[in-house]
Every structure is written in C-alpha cells, then in structure tokens.
C-alpha cells in the first residue's frame, strides 16, 4: 500500500494513461474531474487542503510529430481547501484552456500543490473569507461523501464524473457505481 502520509508532502498526483485514446473535451473532462475528486479524497484522507491546482494532459510521444501534444495549466486558488466540488470547477477551467482540438489523448493528470494543514492563509484576513457555517457544511458533506464512498456499495459520484463508468475508456470494475440518480431499483435502501 501507500507509504505512511507525512504531513510535510509537498503534492497529490492523480494521474492514469488511458484504455483507449479520448479526442472529446467532454471525455476529457469526465477522466479529470474523476482523478480530481480521486486527489481530494486522498488530500482529506491526510487532514489537508490545498492552494494551487495543475492539470497536465498528453498525446503519445510515438504519435507523429503533428499529432504531439502537452498541455499544463496550473491556478491559484483564493483560500485553501480540499472541497471536490470547487476542486473539480477549477480543474475543468484548466482543461478549457489547454485543450486542443484535434488529438488524440493517452494522458491526464491532477497535481494538487501548496499543501498545508491550516484553512486559513494570512492573506485571507485581507479578503473577505467564506462564511465559517459555509467551510463547516462542505467540509462535513465532503466527510459523508467520502463515508459513503468507502462502502463499496453506496458510491458517490458529483455530476462532472457522470458517464466514467459507463465509458469503454475507462472499464474497470472497481470504477463501476449504482445508477441512483437513473434507476429506482438501484436506491440504496436506509433503515
């Protein structure tokens, strides 16, 4: 397994070669926002948050020198957090403007730097910050989402991840989620 999490880790790095080549933005997009929320699981897992989000994606280095590509963007984000939803917005930005129509993509990865074990940055207090009762209700839905996801059987997924399992690019059965959202009989059933 992962060697023991120290808390001076100075990166998260989600990243995988795909099954098939993706050209689609839109498979692209299912593929990062899955390896961001991957990211942020494991950046919660070691009681972190994060500053600073990069994205790389990639063409095969044996493609024809037209057909080569690498795209990197990086933000910086206003205030530290480890909230997939936020997480996952500003990836999919960063593929916005690295994508290039086109080719014909074997990569992707997520690389989640600045890392600290605080919220709070001092250069918060010079601008307005979110709400306390705000940080507390993400951080706890983060807490449930990742709660759920531990059970096999009742896996969460947020709307920029639909369509990843269904996909022939991405088969693997420990990628595989209930259709909740799409079929009754699927429903978890609480008692």
């Known amino acids: 397994g992962d060697p023991e999490p120290r808390a001076a880790q100075a990166q998260i790095m989600w ?14 997009k299912e593929a990062v926002s899955n ?15 994060c500053r600073r989000v990069s994205l790389q994606i990639r063409t095969s280095l044996y493609d024809s020198e037209a057909q080569r590509y690498a795209g990197d963007a990086q933000a910086d984000l206003s205030a530290p957090t480890s909230d997939t939803r936020l997480l996952i917005k ?3 930005e960063l593929l916005k403007k690295v994508f290039k129509p086109g080719m014909r993509y074997m990569r992707a990865g997520v690389i989640l730097t600045e890392l600290s074990a605080q919220r709070r940055h001092q ?3 010079l601008r307005g910050e979110l709400p306390a009762a705000e940080l507390e209700r993400a951080d706890r839905l983060m807490a449930v989402m ?3 996801n531990r059970d096999q059987r009742h896996t969460v997924y947020l709307a920029a ?5 269904e996909s022939a690019a991405f088969k693997n059965p420990q990628h595989l989620s209930p259709r909740y959202t799409t079929d009754w009989d699927e429903l978890p059933k609480l008692f």
Do not use: C, M, N, P
């Open 123 to 125: 250069s918060d207090l």
């Open 35 to 49: 390896y961001t929320a991957e990211a942020a699981v494991k950046l919660r897992s070691q009681g972190l948050y």
């Open 90 to 92: 500003v990836a999919g």
């Open 161 to 165: 991840q639909h369509g990843f399992a």
């Open 15 to 28: 990243s995988r070669t795909f099954k098939e080549r993706l050209t689609t933005i839109e498979q692209l």
């Open 146 to 148: 990742d709660e759920l």
